[in-house]
Nanobody, 120 residues
Framework: VQLQASGGGLVQAGGSLRLSCAASGRTFSRYDMGWFRQVPGKEREFVTA????????HYADSVKGRFTISRDNAKNTVYLHLNNLKLEDTAVYYC??????????????WGQGTLVTVSS
């Protein structure tokens, strides 16, 4: 599985963005998907995950109520809707595919990352 993330950019605090992660291969629907983020000098942190069917989701406390993950298995794409963005959401966002516990960092494939910058 190859993952291509896109949609990052510069946005003002309180604004919104939608990130996309397009996957190649016919087995996308077999994978749980997730998003992580990383700030220079810090470890990559878990943001959110969605089960292969889309029936289950999980969020880090820091983004609950503001971010929403979704997927379209017909389009081999997972989305991350970022709302009410805060300065501390600035990071490179990575999508990930897992057949294990993606929220525990058990990732099989990583995307290349897309930068989200939130300005005041």
């Amino acid at each position: 599985v190859q993952l291509q993330a896109s949609g990052g950019g510069l946005v003002q605090a309180g604004g919104s963005l939608r990130l996309s992660c397009a996957a190649s291969g016919r087995t996308f629907s077999r994978y749980d998907m997730g998003w992580f983020r990383q700030v220079p000098g810090k470890e990559r942190e878990f943001v959110t995950a969605i089960t292969w069917s889309g029936a289950g989701t999980h969020y880090a406390d820091s983004v609950k109520g503001r971010f929403t993950i979704s997927r379209d298995n017909a389009k081999n794409t997972v989305y991350l809707h970022l709302n009410n963005l805060k300065l501390e959401d600035t990071a490179v966002y990575y999508c990930a595919a897992s057949q294990g516990r993606v929220d525990k960092g058990l990732v099989d494939y990583w995307g290349q990352g897309t930068l989200v910058t939130v300005s005041s």
